[in-house]
C-alpha cells in the first residue's frame, strides 16, 4: 500500500509522478519519504513543480530524484534511472560534471552558460550540445550540506544560430589571417577557430585550450602584463593587448588579441574576441622607430670616435645586449682592435688588440660571403663555432653575438659586435638592425671623416702658416707685389709688412750679401727655366747682421703654362749652418776618442731568420778591437765566419737587443777566442733597427784573478777552522780540567785562585776564537741565528753576574733593569754573545772606575746601554771603532791585550737581528758609552728549563788528544757516568762490535777514519740506526755540523763546552737507561 505520505509529495497528473509514487526509495537507501528531512522534502517539491529540466542530487551515493522534465532530457538513460547514483546516470558526461557535482557537496555554487557538451548517444555515437545549467548546495537546519540541486536548459540551438550567422564573418576573418576565440569564464576553456590554432603554430586545429595553454604560449618577459590586462578585462568589459608568443616551431611571433565581455546580470559568462598576427607590423615599426632614433643619435656629430659611441649605446640598449664593440680588422698583421665601444654598467672594457687567429673560421666564412651576418644564440652549443672560437669568446665573458662585417673588396676591414653574457634567442629583427646600424654608422662616419679631415686640413695649414719660424709667401709676377706673407716673414727676410705691401719685392733681393748675389741671379734664372729652384746664401737682418737663410721657390702657372705667381719659403737655417760647422769639430772629437780608448768597439748589422738572430756582421770597429778578440779586417765579414766556435748565447743577446731596444750589460765566455768579456750594448736607432753596438773589454786576466782570490779566501776558511780545532783541543783540555777541579773543590784558597785563573783565561781565549771565526762567518754572510722570543733582562742578568766574578776591585760592576720584562726576538745566545763583547771591552778599558749596563723600552725598541768611565775614545777615531782588528790606540792595546775583534763582531750581530749599535765618546780619559737597539717583541708563553739528569750511562770517549781525554773521562765520571776512551775510530768500531754503550762521544778530526767515517761506518750496520752519537770537536762551521749531521750524528759539540751544557746534550740524544 503506497504511504500517504509519499503521495502528496509526488502527487500531481503526469507518468513520472506516477513512477515516483510506486518507486520503492528504501531500496535505495533513501528510506520512504515520509522520513525524509524538511528541507529536502521541501526541495523535492520544488523540483517536481519545475517546469525545465531539475534533480535532487541526495546521500553519499548522489542518487538521483528528479522532475518530468528532467526525465525527457534522460532519454534513453531514463529507463532504471530514479534513485541511481547520477555518475552511473550521466557516465557519458560524468568526468565534466563530476567537479561542479563535489563542489555543490562541498558547500559551493557552480554555474555554466552556453558551456559545450559532448553527450553519447546508444552505440556510441556522440553528439555536440550547448547548456546553462549550475549545482545548487542544498542546506539542513543545522546547515549542513545534504544535496545538490541541479537546473539546465539547453541552449544548441541559439547557438547553432549564432553559429550559422557568425559563419560569414568567420570566412572574412579567415580570408584576413584573423582567429576568432570563445572563453568561458568560469571554467577557463576556449573554443577557438582554426585559424587561431595555426597563429599559435598548430597545423590542425587541436582538441582542448584553455587559459593556461593560452599562458604557455605567451613569452615569460610578456606574461604579467597580459594577466593584468586579461584581470582588467573582467572589469572594463573589453580587452586588447598586443603581445608576444612562442609558437610551437619555437618562433617568436607579435599577436594582437581584441574582445568583449558577455555578462549574465553582474556576472561574466563569456569573453568572445579575436587575435591576428601583427609581427610584420610590429617589426616594422620598431625599424622604423629604431632607424629615426639612430639617424638622430648620430646626425650632427663632428668626431668618427662620436658616431661609433653614439651608434653603439642605442644598438645595445635596444637589443637588451651587454656589450657592442667596434672593431678594426687588419688581417694582413694578424691581429683586430676594438677601438670603441658601448658596455652595460656590469660588463668589463674589453678595448685592446685580439689575435685574429682565434676567430679563423667566421672571418673566413664572413670574407667568402657564406654568412652575410653571423648570428649565434649560444657560443657553447653553435656548430659552426670551432673549439678555438668558442673558447676565446668564452673567455671574454661572450655567451651570444651578432656580427656584421665591414669589406672592402675581398678584405674585411671591421665589424660591429653585439653581444651577450647569456645564451639568447635573437628576435628576427635583430641582425637587420645590427646590419642596417653597420651601414649607416660607416656611411656616417666616412662623412665625419671627410669633413672632419677637410678642416683639420685647414686648420693644420693655418696653424703651419700662422706659427711656422718660416716665412712663406706668395709673389703676383704681373704685379710684383706680395700676395700674402706669413707673420714670420719679417722676422726671417728683415723687411717690414707695410714696405712688402707697397710692393718693395725686388728689395729683398738687395738685402742678400754681396758674394751671393751672382748665385742667387743665377738661381733665379734656373727658376724660370725649370719650375723650382732651392738656394742658399747670406743676407742682412733687422739686426743689421748677416744671417743664412734657406730659400725654396716654385713657380704656380695657368692652364697654357705661363707663370702667374712665384711661391716662397724661406727658413733661417743660420744654427743649422753653425751646428754642421760644430759637428764637424764633434766628428774630430769622436774620432779621436773612438780611436784612442782602450775599451773594445764594434757595431754590428744582426742577421735574423725567421724572429731568431743566427748571425751578425761587423759595421764598424775600433782599433783597440784587435786587442781585446785577436781578430784582423772583420769589416764586412760575419762573426761565424770569423769565430765558427761562437755560443748562440752572442747572437740570441745581440738579437733581443735589435729587437726590443733595451740595452744590456753582462759578462760571458768566448770559448773559441779563449777569452771572456765585460759587454755593455745597445741599439742603434737608424736603419731598419737590426743594428746593435757594443763596448767590449777582455776581463780573462781579472775573472782569473777574482778565481785565485776566491780559492785564497777558501784556503784562509779552511786554515781558520783547522785552526779553531787545534786550539780548541788543548782549550778543551783545560776547561775539562777546570771544571773537574771545581767538582772536586779547592783544598786551600791558592789553589782556588789558581782555578779561578785557569777557568777565566779558558773562556777568555774560547771568546777569542769564537770571534776570530764568527767575524769570519759574518764577513762571508755564513753566520746563521736561531731567533725565539726571550725576556732580556734575563741575558742581561746572567752575563752580568758572570763578569762580577772575575772583576778586579778597583771596578765596580752594576744594572738598571727595569721591572717589567723585555720581550725580543732574537738568539739569545748571539745577544749574549754581544753583551759579553762590549763588558769585556768596557772592563778591559777602565782600569778603576765603574761600568753599568742599563736596559730600557723606547719607540718600539729595546735600548741596551754600556756605559763606562774608563780610557775614552777620540773623536777621529769612533768611526772606526767598529772595523775587525782596530783598537783605540797601540798602546792601549798591547797593556790590555785582544785582537781587536768583539765590536766587530757585536756590531755584525747586533745587524742581523735587524738591530743598531753606535758608540759615543766625549774624549780620551772621559770614558764610552755604546747603545744596542733591538726591535720589541709581542709576550710569549715561556717554557720551563729542566736541569740535566743524573742517570748514570756508560759512554765510549773516542778522542785522539790525550789531555783531553782524560780531562773529559774523569769529567764525566766525577757525576757518575762509565767512559771508556779510544783514540781511532777502528779501534771504537770494533769495540763496539762486542759491546753496545749508551752513547759515543766522537772527536771529527781523527787519524786515518775521521768522525764522519766512522758515523757513516756505525749508521750502515744492523745496529748503527739505536745507538745516539754526539759529535765533541774543534769544527764549529755551519758546513761542519751539517756534515756532521749527515754522517749520521745526533748532536754536534763545539770544544770547549761546559759540563751542564754536555749533560744536557746527553740528556736529549740518550734516554735514561733502564
Not at 582588467?232 to 612562442?246: A, H, K, N, P, W
Amino acid at each position: 500500500m503506497t504511504s500517504p505520505a509519499r503521495t502528496e509529495l509526488f502527487a500531481g497528473p503526469g507518468d513520472h509522478r506516477a513512477r515516483c509514487r510506486a518507486f520503492d526509495w528504501t531500496s535505495v537507501g533513501l528510506g520512504e519519504p515520509a522520513s525524509w528531512p524538511a528541507a529536502l522534502r521541501t526541495s523535492v517539491a520544488l523540483c517536481m513543480d519545475m517546469v525545465t529540466p531539475a534533480a535532487v542530487w541526495v546521500g553519499p551515493e548522489r542518487r538521483l530524484v528528479y522532475n518530468e522534465a528532467y526525465a525527457a532530457r534522460l532519454e534513453w538513460r531514463e529507463a532504471g534511472a530514479l534513485g541511481r547514483p547520477g555518475a552511473e546516470v550521466w557516465e557519458d558526461i560524468w568526468e565534466w560534471v563530476r567537479e561542479d557535482v563535489e563542489a555543490a557537496f562541498a558547500g559551493e555554487s557552480r554555474h555554466h552558460a552556453d558551456a559545450r557538451v559532448q553527450l553519447a548517444r546508444p552505440g556510441g555515437a556522440a553528439e555536440t550540445g550547448w547548456f546553462t545549467y549550475s549545482f545548487t548546495p542544498l542546506r539542513g537546519d543545522d546547515g549542513t550540506v545534504f544535496g545538490a540541486f541541479n537546473g539546465f536548459h539547453e541552449t544548441t540551438e541559439r547557438i547553432r544560430a549564432v553559429q550559422t550567422s557568425a559563419g560569414l564573418l568567420q570566412l572574412a576573418l579567415a580570408s584576413a589571417g584573423v582567429g576568432t576565440w570563445v572563453l568561458d569564464v568560469a571554467s577557463g576553456r576556449v573554443d577557438r577557430s582554426a585559424i587561431h590554432d595555426r597563429i599559435y603554430g598548430y597545423a590542425e586545429r587541436i582538441p582542448d585550450w584553455d587559459l593556461e595553454r593560452f599562458r604557455e604560449h605567451v613569452l615569460p618577459e610578456d606574461r604579467a602584463r597580459v594577466d593584468q590586462g586579461m584581470e582588467d578585462s573582467l572589469r572594463t568589459g573589453e580587452v586588447g593587448l598586443e603581445f608576444r608568443i612562442r609558437r610551437v616551431d619555437g618562433s617568436v611571433r607579435w599577436v594582437r588579441i581584441a574582445g568583449e565581455v558577455e555578462r549574465d546580470g553582474d556576472e561574466e559568462r563569456r569573453m568572445l574576441g579575436i587575435v591576428e598576427d601583427v609581427t610584420e607590423r610590429k617589426l616594422d615599426d620598431e625599424r622604423r622607430a629604431y632607424l629615426l632614433a639612430l639617424n638622430d643619435a648620430i646626425r650632427g656629430m663632428a668626431h668618427p670616435t662620436g658616431v661609433l659611441m653614439a651608434s653603439a649605446a642605442l644598438l645595445g640598449r635596444h637589443l637588451h645586449a651587454s656589450r657592442c664593440h667596434y672593431v678594426e680588422v687588419h688581417q694582413e698583421e694578424g691581429w683586430a682592435t676594438i677601438e670603441a665601444e658601448w658596455l652595460r654598467g656590469d660588463v668589463p672594457s674589453a678595448r685592446g688588440r685580439y689575435v685574429l687567429a682565434d676567430f679563423a673560421g667566421s672571418i673566413e666564412r664572413l670574407r667568402r660571403r657564406d654568412e652575410a651576418v653571423v648570428v649565434v644564440d649560444s657560443v657553447r652549443t653553435r656548430e659552426t663555432l670551432d673549439a678555438k672560437e668558442r673558447e676565446a669568446l668564452t673567455r671574454n665573458g661572450i655567451e651570444s653575438l651578432i656580427v656584421v662585417p665591414l669589406a672592402r673588396g675581398s678584405s674585411i676591414v671591421a665589424l660591429l659586435m653585439i653581444a651577450d653574457d647569456s645564451p639568447r634567442e635573437w628576435s628576427a629583427l635583430a641582425p637587420a638592425l645590427a646590419r642596417q646600424t653597420a651601414e649607416r654608422t660607416w656611411s656616417e662616419m666616412e662623412r665625419v671623416r671627410a669633413e672632419s679631415n677637410a678642416r683639420e686640413g685647414e686648420q693644420r695649414l693655418r696653424s703651419v702658416l700662422d706659427t711656422t719660424l718660416d716665412a712663406i709667401y706668395r709673389v703676383n709676377l704681373q704685379t710684383g707685389r706680395f700676395e700674402y706673407f706669413s707673420p714670420a716673414f719679417e722676422s726671417v727676410v728683415g723687411l717690414p709688412p707695410e714696405r712688402l705691401l707697397e710692393g718693395a719685392a725686388a728689395e729683398a733681393v738687395e738685402l742678400v750679401h754681396s758674394e751671393d748675389r751672382e748665385r742667387v741671379a743665377e738661381g733665379l734664372s734656373h727658376l724660370h727655366a725649370n719650375g723650382s729652384v732651392r738656394l742658399e746664401y747670406r743676407a742682412l737682418g733687422t739686426d743689421g747682421g748677416y744671417r743664412w737663410l734657406s730659400n725654396h721657390l716654385a713657380l704656380t702657372s695657368d692652364g697654357e703654362g705661363r707663370p702667374l705667381y712665384r711661391d716662397g719659403t724661406v727658413r733661417d737655417i743660420t744654427l743649422q749652418k753653425l751646428a754642421e760647422e760644430a759637428l764637424r769639430a764633434s766628428e774630430l772629437r769622436y774620432r779621436s776618442l773612438y780611436e784612442n780608448i782602450d775599451e773594445g768597439f764594434a757595431i754590428v748589422d744582426m742577421i735574423f731568420e725567421g724572429d731568431r738572430a743566427v748571425d751578425y756582421r761587423f759595421v764598424d770597429v775600433n782599433p783597440a778591437f784587435e786587442r781585446h778578440t785577436g781578430i784582423v779586417d772583420p769589416v764586412g765579414r760575419r762573426a761565424r765566419e770569423l769565430a765558427p766556435g761562437l755560443e748562440d748565447h752572442w747572437f740570441s743577446t745581440y738579437g733581443e737587443v735589435a729587437k726590443t731596444g733595451r740595452a744590456i750589460r753582462f759578462q760571458a765566455p768566448a770559448e773559441s777566442l779563449h777569452r771572456i768579456y765585460d759587454v755593455y750594448a745597445f741599439r742603434l736607432d737608424e736603419d731598419d733597427g737590426h743594428r746593435v753596438a757594443a763596448i767590449f773589454q777582455d776581463i780573462s786576466e781579472r775573472i782569473h784573478v777574482e778565481e785565485q782570490l776566491r780559492e785564497s779566501d777558501r784556503r784562509k776558511d779552511e786554515y781558520l777552522a783547522m785552526l779553531g780545532h787545534e786550539l780548541r783541543n788543548p782549550l778543551g783540555a783545560i776547561r775539562y780540567a777546570t771544571q773537574l777541579l771545581q767538582q772536586m773543590g779547592a783544598p786551600d784558597a791558592t789553589t782556588g785562585r789558581i782555578h779561578e785563573v785557569l777557568h777565566r783565561q779558558a773562556g777568555h781565549m774560547s771568546r777569542i776564537i769564537d770571534g776570530l771565526l764568527d767575524v769570519s762567518r759574518i764577513a762571508q754572510g755564513k753566520l746563521r741565528i736561531e731567533p725565539n722570543v726571550f725576556d732580556l733582562r734575563q741575558v742581561v742578568g746572567w752575563v752580568v753576574a758572570g763578569k762580577q766574578l772575575g772583576l778586579v776591585s778597583k771596578v765596580t760592576l752594576d744594572e738598571v733593569l727595569p721591572e717589567r720584562p723585555v720581550w725580543v726576538h732574537a738568539d739569545e745566545s748571539r745577544i749574549a754573545q754581544v753583551l759579553d763583547n762590549l763588558l769585556a771591552n768596557a772592563i778591559k778599558f777602565t782600569p778603576e772606575g765603574e761600568v753599568r749596563v742599563g736596559l730600557r723600552q723606547q719607540g718600539g725598541q729595546a735600548v741596551l746601554e754600556v756605559v763606562d768611565t774608563g780610557v775614552g775614545i777620540r773623536a777621529e777615531m769612533l768611526e772606526h771603532i767598529f772595523e775587525p782588528f782596530h783598537q783605540e790606540a797601540q798602546d792601549i792595546a798591547r797593556s790590555n791585550g785582544g785582537l781587536g775583534l768583539g765590536l766587530a763582531f757585536a756590531k755584525g750581530l747586533v745587524e742581523m737581528h735587524e738591530g743598531s749599535i753606535e758608540a759615543r765618546s766625549a774624549g780620551r780619559g772621559r770614558g764610552t758609552e755604546i747603545e744596542v737597539r733591538l726591535p720589541l717583541a709581542p709576550s710569549p708563553a715561556v717554557d720551563s728549563d729542566l736541569p740535566p739528569s743524573t742517570v748514570a750511562r756508560s759512554i765510549l770517549l773516542v778522542e785522539d788528544h790525550p789531555d783531553a781525554a782524560a780531562m773529559l773521562r774523569e769529567l764525566l765520571e766525577s757525576v757518575g757516568h762509565r767512559v771508556t776512551v779510544v783514540e781511532r775510530a777502528a779501534d771504537a768500531l770494533e769495540l763496539l762490535a762486542r759491546s753496545v754503550p749508551d752513547l759515543v762521544l766522537c772527536d771529527l778530526g781523527l787519524p786515518a777514519m775521521s768522525g764522519f767515517e766512522f758515523a757513516r761506518t756505525w749508521r750502515s750496520g744492523e745496529r748503527g740506526g739505536r745507538l745516539p752519537l754526539v759529535a765533541i770537536t774543534g769544527y764549529s762551521q755551519r758546513e761542519d755540523r751539517e756534515e756532521s749531521r749527515a754522517a749520521g750524528f745526533d748532536a754536534h759539540v763545539v770544544k770547549p763546552v761546559s759540563l751542564g751544557s754536555l749533560l744536557r746534550v746527553i740528556d736529549e740524544v740518550s734516554p735514561a737507561p733502564s
